[in-house]
């Protein structure tokens, strides 16, 4: 026993003379690395239960807002209530965990730095036993955080510039680190919080020249405790993304694992400053008093890296393996954004083809897994392809001549046998006196050629007129077409019939006359779709009335034609809380009975008309959404069970939902949140494997993203 004390003295000078050293954050970091498990053991000790009862907290709460993204969890909506209260649940668990793990492992890492170890359950009694001060700590530790931002608000909105706000925010942050040895004054001298922090400012305070000052101790802690362990995190986890090469489990594992033994080298910066701290301040007998409050009796018992390291690494493999079995049955999304990874070569002036926010129009699954994009908006009509199975590699070619009308939409189809056919209008003569006359082109993976030869008569280039494209029952393809009538009287609906893919030899049958608005520039507002026995189907959606016509043949010859008034609408158009693009969009399903989705025109709500018989002079009306701010119609398509799939914008949450229906019952699923807001533009087509593949944009103020999103497991 006398050996003992006359030993302790001696010990405790040399703690004193190491903790004099400068570098105090390397000399830290080396300490904690070389006893990593030890110090490690709090965090696991105490979040491993915490994260196991959020993970199945989350599995219990979540609603449909919940996708798994690429194999990331997220939430596309604004969370439920139950959602948000298990939010703040953890929140608080983890927030009194950490005030059990630092001051924990603070203890710990002072034991390892003073030769007098200290064993896990006594760091922990400690800790637990100073919890009521840590806690009161972390509480005045967020109200600091809630003043600095609010103060770096007000800054904002008296100023108007962020770099002010950055500064006072910066600066307040900077003034409260110090704060910080108050975990090692609570926990090793026992203070009140009120003590602590006064304590640690004087700690942190002017003194001796060779210990530093303050603003040498606050940029110790801003850069051991803050700036380096997170440059660090971000670093690794750079680093094992690449590693891993997109495995969800890996990177699950090796992130959680690294947000567990941060704090060890966070708590040992602390402890080492600390100590410097004190050696430079203070007397040998009051550093020797300290160390001697240390718990436990000086000999902790060996580490045991083996349990350490199961509960590091546990929670993040039980979270990556609820992603990857999905035992919940979260809706699953793959998701590429095409222009990720262009410049501005990639989008050339021209004459190369180039692409603009508001050019997607249509999509179409082509052979393998090639998807074709069909682009036209106020210029020539181009082609975008690319893999369905992520866009690698992009490529671009014009679908229309150089010398065409830029000034009229175009259409497009995908033929039965693989080719895109386009509409065009090639163009005659010089300024007032200028013809035009309707023409196809088809387009392969080799590019575009012309038919053989032009649809129609010529007509002015100054004429109203539309073209719609849908390919026959069989091998060819209808071509609807309005024109406006002289004096704007009304329009002319005709359609043409080609029994081959290239029309080679067209007939054309006019089939009514409507009063409906012809307008060069409406993109949704003319459909044509094949019946049984290839009789046509055409759907008129007039946005500037807002009604909705559907003209049908008795026979394939159209010796008889129905006109059925869907909705007959009033002059609507135009409204500032309507606003957006009205318009409409048909499938004819197998037995002839057509599907329509439209954006109305009157109140901007998304409708659906599910038709009874061929006519549709008995339908069932679906009202999908709204009345709301959409800024573009839906798209539809019918899967292989049969169900509709309307896809439409949900400008206030910034989404992209899709609706589910059989018959009128719909079920509504988020598959997509834009960063920024929702572009003019929205498209779905099939994949080759029967799932919806929507392509939409995502623009800011100053840049735009076309973005393709595949929902993998729809709800009925």
């Not at 850069?223 to 495995?247: D, K, N, T």
């Amino acid at each position: 026993m006398p050996e003992a004390v006359q030993e302790a003295p001696a010990r405790h000078v040399q703690a004193m003379t190491v903790a004099r050293r400068d570098g105090v954050i390397w000399r830290a970091y080396g300490t904690a690395a070389r006893h990593l498990i030890r110090l490690a053991a709090p965090a696991a000790l105490v979040f491993l239960p915490i994260s196991l009862v959020a993970l199945l907290g989350l599995a219990l709460v979540v609603d449909e807002s919940a996708v798994l993204v690429d194999g990331s969890f997220e939430l596309l909506g604004t969370p439920g209530r139950p959602l948000l209260v298990w939010a703040a649940a953890v929140m608080l668990a983890s927030l009194a965990g950490q005030a059990v793990v630092l001051p924990a492992t603070v203890v710990i890492a002072v034991g390892l730095l003073t030769g007098r170890p200290v064993a896990t359950p006594d760091a922990m009694r400690a800790a637990l036993r100073n919890l009521p001060a840590m806690l009161l700590l972390a509480l005045l530790g967020v109200v600091v955080f809630t003043a600095t931002a609010v103060a770096g608000f007000g800054m904002l909105m008296w100023t108007g510039q962020l770099l002010w706000a950055v500064l006072v925010m910066a600066s307040l942050a900077v003034l409260a680190l110090p704060s910080l040895l108050a975990v090692a004054i609570v926990t090793l001298e026992g203070r009140s919080a009120g003590r602590a922090l006064a304590g640690a400012y004087r700690l942190a305070g002017r003194g001796e020249p060779t210990a530093g000052g303050f603003w040498s101790c606050t940029l110790t802690l801003a850069f051991g405790v803050l700036v380096f362990p997170a440059a660090a995190q971000r670093a690794v986890e750079w680093a094992v993304e690449w590693a891993v090469s997109g495995s969800v489990l890996g990177y699950g594992v090796a992130t959680s694992a690294l947000t567990l033994v941060i704090p060890a080298f966070q708590a040992t910066v602390i402890a080492r400053l600390y100590l410097s701290r004190l050696a430079h301040r203070s007397t040998a007998e009051a550093f020797e008093r300290v160390v001697e409050k240390l718990p436990g009796s000086g000999a902790a018992s060996p580490a045991r890296p083996v349990p350490v390291l199961a509960a590091l690494l546990l929670p993040g493999s039980l979270f990556a393996a609820t992603l990857l079995v999905n035992p919940f049955g979260w809706l699953e999304v793959t998701q590429t954004v095409v222009t990720a990874t262009w410049t501005s070569d990639d989008v050339p002036p021209q004459p190369r083809p180039g692409l603009r926010e508001t050019d997607l129009k249509a999509m179409y699954a082509g052979r393998g897994d090639e998807l074709i994009m069909f682009m036209d908006s106020f210029g020539l009509a181009r082609l975008l392809t690319c893999s369905a199975t992520g866009c690698p590699r992009t490529g671009f070619r014009w679908a229309e001549p150089a010398d065409a009308d830029e000034d009229i939409a175009s259409s497009s189809a995908r033929l039965h046998e693989g080719r895109i056919a386009v509409s065009t209008w090639s163009q005659r003569g010089q300024g007032d006196d200028r013809r035009v006359r309707l023409g196809l082109m088809l387009c392969d993976a080799r590019g575009c050629v012309p038919g053989p030869r032009p649809i129609g008569e010529e007509m002015s280039v100054y004429e109203g007129r539309s073209v719609a494209l849908a390919p026959g029952r069989y091998d060819g393809l209808m071509i609807a077409q309005v024109r406006e009538l002289p004096e704007r009287d009304g329009e002319v609906l005709s359609v043409t019939f080609c029994e081959d893919p290239v029309c080679a030899d067209p007939w054309t049958k006019e089939l009514a006359r409507l009063p409906s608005r012809t307008s060069a520039y409406q993109e949704h507002g003319l459909v044509v779709g094949a019946g049984p026995t290839n009789r046509p189907v055409v759907l008129r959606f007039d946005e500037h009335a807002g009604s909705l016509a559907l003209i049908t043949c008795e026979e394939s010859d159209c010796a008889e034609v129905h006109v059925e008034r869907l909705v007959h609408g009033g002059w609507t158009w135009g409204f500032d809380e309507v606003g957006g693009e009205a318009g409409a969009t048909m499938v004819v399903r197998d037995d002839g009975r057509p599907l329509i989705a439209y954006r109305d025109s009157a109140d901007g709500s998304i409708r659906m008309l599910d038709c009874r018989n061929l006519s549709c002079s008995q339908s069932d009306p679906v009202i999908l959404a709204g009345p709301g701010r959409f800024r573009v119609p839906p798209a539809l398509v019918v899967d292989g069970e049969g169900r509709a799939l309307v896809a439409y914008q949900d400008v206030d949450d910034n989404r992209i939902v899709v609706a589910t229906c059989e018959g009128t019952r719909c079920t509504h699923t988020p598959v997509a949140k834009g960063r920024y807001a929702l572009g003019d533009a929205l498209a779905m087509t099939l994949d080759a494997r029967g799932r919806p593949m929507i392509g939409w944009i995502d623009h800011s103020e100053h840049d735009w993203d076309l973005i393709l999103t595949t929902p993998l497991n729809l709800p009925s």
